[in-house]
């Protein structure tokens, strides 16, 4: 297997060949061309570029620099793709480096990222999960143990200078609705800690004023954090730019369905072997507009959980049609308070939800008002019984242990 980005991880992203970028934009030079049916091994720095510390203090969560986000190699080119062309993209395996076996979750300051919960927990915490093999735990977050699905959390192609205008038009006309809210509505263009491939001087300059943040998932893929995209898996990326323009990052050993805490995965640096081939016209043939996705026939096998409900209904009462955002909140602060009762602290059972294979469903979304979220926490991955019994919660998780907090 060719690697085709080989990175120094005690490097900064901006010292590494001009392999790393951190903004879309269809100028960014390709750092290799393939051909259709070759596979190839792409080297990933985490997504914040090794910001991040394995120890027990949160300062570098809550001091984090988010405009540097997300660091992704690439972008790689296709012999022969064209826009309009689907790119298929065959995830062949993915892995951890052997001097780096560990991971982070987080909770985002809510003044610097936030999250989904983050009106709940607006304060920076941090969990370390060290690798074993398959399985992962945590010294903060005490008796649990799961297998993870390794996937990239970030993978697509370049935009055209069409769609990436749209993107800053839509995102922009957003933000303007409520310019000063905290976490913002989106993050629009900025020089500031951009990154932009093998691109130069002015030029560089002037497309990382206008270069896409990566921050949400769009019609070319990019942050979709689907956690079933492992080994095994396929992407059909429909095309924009000649060449293509691939490029990933933002690898995770784990994650539950949502990433809820914002850094919701268990994130790491690693390495993904992948294939590529072309269906020509494919965007036309199929009607696409968003990437396809198959998911791999690999997954942990957990066969009893318990399943938590959520409403359209908000903390304070209100009541909302069909709101499936509401809902999920209400299925996961639900799941939150229940796993509290047998003693982890709020942070640790949002975390587990983050970083566990937890699964989110909508199932329902006709009845009105209340559209029905649930969420699907899996019983084995507990060195506990947490199903309920007439006796009560037996307060069992190790007393002491908590989610590292800042200075």
């Known amino acids: 297997m060719k690697t085709l980005v080989k990175l120094d991880l005690d490097k900064k992203p901006w010292e590494q060949d001009g392999q790393i970028h951190n903004r879309w934009h269809p100028d960014i030079p390709m750092i290799s061309i393939v051909k259709p049916g070759d596979e190839f091994r792409v080297e990933c ?19 984090v620099d988010l405009e540097q986000v997300h660091y992704l190699s690439g972008p790689i080119g296709v012999e022969g793709a064209e826009p309009g062309d689907l ?14 076996q560990w991971g982070f979750n987080a909770l985002f300051a809510k003044d610097n990222g936030g999250g989904f919960l983050t009106d709940h927990y607006p304060d920076a915490r941090k969990s370390i999960w060290d690798f074993h093999g398959i399985y992962t735990t945590s010294r903060h977050v005490p008796n649990v143990k799961f297998a993870g699905i390794m996937h990239p959390g970030l ?3 370049l935009p055209s200078k069409e769609i990436l205008e749209e993107w800053n038009k839509r995102e922009g006309e957003l933000l303007a609705t409520e310019p000063d809210r905290v976490p913002p509505l989106a993050c629009p263009p900025t ?5 932009m491939g093998r691109m130069k001087g002015e030029s560089a300059a002037a497309a990382a004023n206008e270069g896409a943040r990566t921050i949400p998932p769009r019609e070319h893929g990019g942050n979709c954090d689907i956690k079933n995209l492992t080994k095994g898996s396929k992407v059909y990326f429909p095309v924009y730019v000649k060449d293509g323009g691939l490029s990933m990052g933002d690898l995770h050993f784990s994650q539950g369905d949502g990433e809820i805490t914002f850094c919701g995965a268990i994130e790491m640096a690693g390495y993904i072997d992948i294939k590529v081939t072309l269906i020509k016209d494919g965007v036309k043939k199929y009607g696409v507009k968003n990437p396809l996705f198959q998911p791999s026939p690999l997954t942990p096998t957990y066969r009893d959980f318990m399943i938590f409900e959520g409403i359209s209904v908000d ?9 499936v955002n509401v809902a999920y909140k209400q299925a996961c602060l639900n799941a939150i308070e229940y796993l509290k009762k047998f003693g982890y602290t709020g942070e640790q059972a949002l975390s587990i939800l983050g970083t566990a294979p937890v699964e989110g469903h909508i199932s329902g979304i006709v009845d009105i008002p209340n559209a029905c979220a649930t969420l699907w926490i899996p019983t084995e991955i507990f060195d506990f019984d947490i199903r309920p019994n007439a006796d009560g919660p037996l307060k069992l998780v190790t007393p002491g242990a908590d989610m590292s907090t800042t200075s």
């Open 45 to 63: 720095m985490d997504w914040t570029g090794g910001q991040i510390g394995n120890n027990d203090c949160a300062d570098d969560i809550r001091d």
């Open 87 to 100: 790119m298929v993209v065959d995830i062949l395996e993915i892995g951890t480096f052997e001097d780096s």
């Open 155 to 157: 993978i697509g192609c």
């Open 191 to 195: 020089d500031s800690s951009a990154v």
């Open 315 to 323: 903390e304070q009462g209100k009541q909302h049609y069909l709101d």
